[in-house]
């Protein structure tokens, strides 16, 4: 079984900074693609931003400059560092991992339970 955790949330003001985490863990051969998704409430379930094995980088519109995304390999995680925070971006964010797992070499799409950020004005 595949486990997603993300940890790091947390209130912040207009203008902090926070640093996410998500942590893959379980009979893993590979991950492929680890991506970060928002959803607020009322609001449909937006991408952040992706990584791919090889370092390819891809990011919403809304958070180009803002925000970075990055990943371990050697350790199974992922990070998202985001600065210069607004309102806007209060929601949960999902740590979204496409991994290979043992011994079938079986693909799995799995999600975490998310990490509740709140950007106050």
């Known amino acids: 079984q595949v486990q997603v955790v993300e940890s790091g949330g947390g209130l912040v003001q207009i203008g902090g900074s926070l640093r996410l985490s998500c942590a893959v863990s379980?009979?893993?051969?590979?991950?492929?693609?680890m991506a970060w998704y928002r959803q607020a409430p009322g609001n449909e379930r937006e991408l952040v931003a992706q990584v791919s094995s090889g370092g390819m980088k891809k990011y919403g519109d809304s958070v180009k400059g803002r925000f970075t995304i990055s990943r371990d390999n050697a350790n199974n995680t992922g990070h998202l560092q985001m600065n210069n925070l607004k309102p806007e971006d209060t929601a949960v964010y999902y740590c979204?991992?496409?991994?290979?797992?043992?011994?079938?070499?079986?693909?799995?799409?799995?999600r975490g339970q998310g990490t509740l950020v709140t950007v106050s004005s």
């Open positions: 979204n991992a496409e991994v290979s797992t043992m011994p079938t070499l079986a693909y799995l799409e799995v």
């Open positions: 379980g009979r893993i051969f590979m991950i492929y693609e």
